[in-house]
Every structure is written in C-alpha cells, then in structure tokens.
C-alpha cells in the first residue's frame, strides 16, 4: 500500500467510526423512551464507551434487543480500534529511523488497516439500517 493510499483508507475508516458513533446514538435516543431530540443532548458529548452502555440499557428495556452480545463485543472492540487510528498508528511507524525497518513496520500496519477498515465498513452498514428503522419508527 502507498503512503497516499493508506491515508485514504485511514480517513475511510475513521469516517466510517465516527458514522458508527453518531448512529448509535440515534438508534438510543430513539429506544429511549421520551422526547428524541433531548435523547440525542444527553449524549452529545460522551464517549464511545458510555454510549454502548447506555444504548445497551436502553435496546434491552423491551426484552428484544436489536443488537446481540456479540455486536456489542464488535462495537467495544471498534471503540479500542477507533482509538489506535485516530492516536497512534502513525507514530508507530514515522520516528523508525531505518527506512527499511519503517517501510517494513508501515507495511505491516497497512495491512491492519485494511482488515479494520474491512470489518467497520461492513458493521457500519448494519448499523446504519438499524438507526433508519429505528428513528423512523421513533418518528411515527
């Protein structure tokens, strides 16, 4: 993979993240029971991680939750993913001072990412079905 090729696919993945995160807060808000727009502030600004678990709480209030165990490990493992692209990938490669150890390692993170990206773009697209069924219904 090239250097430009790997930054699109890493600005992909983090676009895909972070679409991950604004739907899951829209699948809460609309479980939540109450006005969804004031669902939507409570959660504004928190992380990741308190989002998937007050997400959970809600999906499981009716007793048939939309997302399984399983998604739910994805998603928190996705959160830790999230967190290496977005703060350390490049720093595990760019200060290797021999080039060949630097392409080597970048080839190996590179390879990472592809995978990553991979499994984000298809969770991403799941969850985003499920946000549009679930607004909608919440609309209604």
């Known amino acids: 993979m090239t250097g430009k ?3 699109i696919a890493h600005s992909e993945l983090v676009l895909e ?9 829209m ?10 727009d004031e669902n939507v502030d409570l959660l504004e600004k928190a992380s990741m991680g308190r989002i998937l ?10 007793g048939v939750p ?8 994805t998603l928190d493992s996705i959160r830790e993913m999230r967190n290496y692209w977005c703060h350390q990938c490049f720093i595990d490669y760019v200060y290797i001072k021999n080039a060949r150890d630097r ?3 970048f080839q190996e993170i590179a390879e990472r990412l592809r995978a990553d ?5 298809n969770l991403q697209k799941r969850i985003e079905k499920i ?5 909608r219904e919440a609309k209604k």
């Open 27 to 36: 699948i809460y808000a609309a479980l939540k029971p109450g006005d969804f």
């Open 5 to 7: 090729a790997f930054k």
């Open 66 to 73: 939309d997302l399984s165990d399983e998604d739910y490990e």
């Open 17 to 25: 993240v972070q679409c991950i995160e604004h739907d899951l807060r």
């Open 103 to 105: 392409k080597l390692k």
């Open 131 to 135: 946000r549009l069924t679930k607004v």
């Open 117 to 121: 990206e991979t499994r984000t773009f």
């Open 53 to 62: 678990i007050e997400l959970k709480k809600a999906d499981a209030s009716d």
